[in-house]
Nanobody, 126 residues
Framework: QVQLVESGGGLVQAGGSLRLSCAES????????MGWFRQAPGKEREFVAA????????YYADSVKGRFTISRVNAKNTVYLQMNSLKPEDTAVYYC???????????????????WGQGTQVTVSS
């Protein structure tokens, strides 16, 4: 059974930083592309960032480009999202997700992912 477990969310002031982690178990992590999505109250889930299986290619939403960094350590079966210069509009539940064998053009779409974590709350105060 594949499981994704996120951690690292919390409350931070605007301008601060947080690092989210997501650990995958139940299948070979190093062959999975990984993504981060977020969902704010009353809004649809939106793409934040993705990374291919090797870590050699990363993808970002325009709203977080230059502030967030996605990375992975395959030996630890873990993907990270380093979030800097946080803004109140970054407040949301953040989800990690994994997919296998899908083309890179699908990384932006939630429907392309096979498994999802339970989510971790990030709250940015002004």
């Amino acid at each position: 059974q594949v499981q994704l477990v996120e951690s690292g969310g919390g409350l931070v002031q605007a301008g601060g930083s947080l690092r989210l982690s997501c650990a995958e178990s139940g299948r070979t992590f190093s062959t999975d592309a990984m993504g981060w999505f977020r969902q704010a109250p009353g809004k649809e889930r939106e793409f934040v960032a993705a990374i291919d299986w090797s870590g050699g290619n990363t993808y970002y939403a325009d709203s977080v480009k230059g502030r967030f960094t996605i990375s992975r350590v395959n030996a630890k079966n873990t993907v990270y999202l380093q979030m800097n210069s946080l803004k109140p509009e970054d407040t949301a539940v953040y989800y990690c997700a994994s997919q296998r064998f899908a083309p890179s053009g699908t990384y932006y779409y939630a429907g392309a992912y096979d498994y999802w974590g339970q989510g971790t709350q990030v709250t940015v105060s002004s």
